[in-house]
Nanobody, 127 residues
Framework: QSQLVESGGGLVQPGGSLKLSCTAS????????IGWFRRAPGKEREGVSC????????YYSSSVKGRFTISRDNAKNTVYLQMNNLKPEDTAVYYC????????????????????WGQGTQVTVSS
């Protein structure tokens, strides 16, 4: 059974940092593109960042570009999201999911292209 598990969320002050992990089981993570999405209270799900099978294929939403960095460690079957200079508007539940690296849907953050969604990890940015 293909499964993704997120971890690393928590409470952090504005300007602080967190590193999220997305660990795969039941499949080889390096066969897929991996995306991070988030859902804030009362808002729609938003694509945050994604990484292709190649380490240098990374994409970011305009709201996080320059502050977040996505990376992957295939040996650990894990994708990371390093989040720096966090803002209160980054508060949300963060999810990871996998997608075949074909066409344009995966790096345009089309949620329908993604599967094996994790349960999510809560990130709260507050003083």
């Amino acid at each position: 059974q293909s499964q993704l598990v997120e971890s690393g969320g928590g409470l952090v002050q504005p300007g602080g940092s967190l590193k999220l992990s997305c660990t795969a089981s039941g499949f080889t993570l390096d066969s897929y593109a991996i995306g991070w999405f988030r859902r804030a209270p009362g808002k729609e799900r938003e694509g945050v960042s994604c990484i292709g099978r190649s380490y240098d294929m990374t994409y970011y939403s305009s709201s996080v570009k320059g502050r977040f960095t996505i990376s992957r460690d295939n040996a650990k079957n894990t994708v990371y999201l390093q989040m720096n200079n966090l803002k209160p508007e980054d508060t949300a539940v963060y999810y990871c999911a996998k997608a075949p690296q074909s066409g344009t849907s995966w790096y345009n953050f089309r949620a329908w292209a993604y599967s094996s969604w994790g349960q999510g990890t809560q990130v709260t940015v507050s003083s």
